[in-house]
């Protein structure tokens, strides 16, 4: 089995606090930690009242603090919301902090709506549909953990943590091929797009100082539970949110009680079974057949697994048992 990883979107449930969330989530790192796993991201996201990692660098250092051996890093750092050397700076501190165990996952979209996107940029709406600027950003932070750039970035310079393009179409695929980096997919968000952005990552990959041959991820859904009811019954809550969100309705993780009352239309259940489709939901066996037929399927190199529940409790020992039935590793080719 290939090394699996964890990538936390710091879920918030109904009825609880963003407090509540980082609390479990400092738990999850800990016991993730503990049982292997090879990495631990946290994603970028802003004002969605369901999630509470809309500051990576600070959850990073945070996390790294409360573990000892697993990679911390971000999934991702959205860079066109940051100015390069803000995020050299960071990253080279958290890197001189915990040395050999930082990850700096880029990508490019906002993770956010476009007024918020704006008001982090310091732009106007209409500004955002100036040409992208994203190779030129990316080309710039490297330069100031290569110490070449023309502002000497403190500490960044001599402290890069560990690069790595993110995407969910073709077009970081790309560009982390022609620059020899490790690309990591957003299976759980665009599973359509999958198959062909790997293929144009392998395509149009070169080798560079970081890098000799590709190296893929992917991150999943999973829900594994004792039963493959009650792992169908953890994964509901997640995709009633993510229901409200594509209907312009952005909430917390709804609970059970929620879940029972909502109005089940054939639209929504259409809705919930296409989306869960492209997810990995049962008891440990079920799972286990689930992740090696979509590390088969598509050849990747590392694994990471998202998952939100409504209790924070059942999040870990779906991370348990998960750990359990596939065995997890602590090093990986592209550390």
């Given at each position: 089995m290939v090394p699996l990883s964890v990538l936390d979107l710091v879920p918030v449930a109904e009825g609880s606090s963003a407090s509540d969330a980082l609390a479990h989530s400092t738990r999850l790192v800990k016991r993730a930690d503990e049982l292997g796993f090879t990495r631990y991201w946290v994603a970028e996201h802003h004002a969605m009242p369901g999630i509470a990692s809309s500051?990576?660098?600070?959850?990073?250092?945070?996390?790294?603090?409360?573990?000892?051996?697993?990679?911390v890093g971000s999934g991702g750092v959205m860079l066109p919301n940051h100015r390069p050397l803000v995020v050299a700076e960071q990253f080279g501190t958290l890197e001189a902090l915990h040395p050999d165990r930082i990850d700096l996952g880029i990508g490019r979209a906002p993770g956010t709506d476009p007024r918020t996107a704006a008001a982090l940029r310091g732009i106007s709406?209409?500004?955002?549909?100036?040409?992208?600027?994203?190779?030129?950003?990316?080309?710039?932070?490297?330069?100031?953990?290569?110490?070449?750039?023309?502002?000497?970035?403190?500490?960044?310079?001599?402290?890069?943590?560990?690069?790595?393009?993110?995407?969910?179409?073709?077009?970081?695929?790309?560009?982390?091929?022609?620059?020899?980096?490790?690309?990591?997919?957003?299976?759980?968000?665009?599973?359509r797009n999958t198959l062909p952005a790997l293929q144009v990552y392998r395509d149009r990959f070169r080798p560079s100082a970081t890098l000799a041959e590709p190296y893929s991820m992917l991150a999943a859904s999973v829900f594994c539970a004792d039963t493959d009811d009650a792992a169908r019954e953890l994964a509901l809550p997640a995709a009633l949110q993510f229901l409200h969100l594509r209907l312009g309705n952005p909430r917390p993780l709804p609970g059970p009680a929620e879940v029972a009352a909502f109005e089940w239309t054939d639209q929504a259940r259409a809705f919930v079974a296409e989306r869960q489709a492209d997810q990995i939901i049962g008891a440990p066996d079920t799972v286990r057949a689930g992740v090696e037929d979509l590390v088969a399927r598509t050849g990747v190199d590392e694994l990471m697994v998202t998952t939100s529940t409504f209790r924070g409790e059942d999040r870990l020992r779906s991370f348990e048992l998960l750990a359990g039935v596939l065995g997890t590793a602590s090093s990986t080719a592209a550390a």
């Open positions: 500051s990576p660098p600070v959850l990073i250092a945070h996390l790294a603090g409360a573990s000892e051996r697993i990679r709406a209409a500004q955002l549909h100036a040409p992208d600027d994203f190779p030129d950003q990316l080309v710039e932070l490297a330069s100031y953990f290569r110490g070449d750039a023309d502002v000497l970035a403190v500490p960044a310079a001599g402290n890069a943590p560990s690069l790595w393009l993110l995407g969910s179409s073709d077009y970081s695929a790309k560009v982390a091929g022609m620059l020899g980096l490790p690309f990591a997919f957003a299976h759980h968000f665009s599973s």
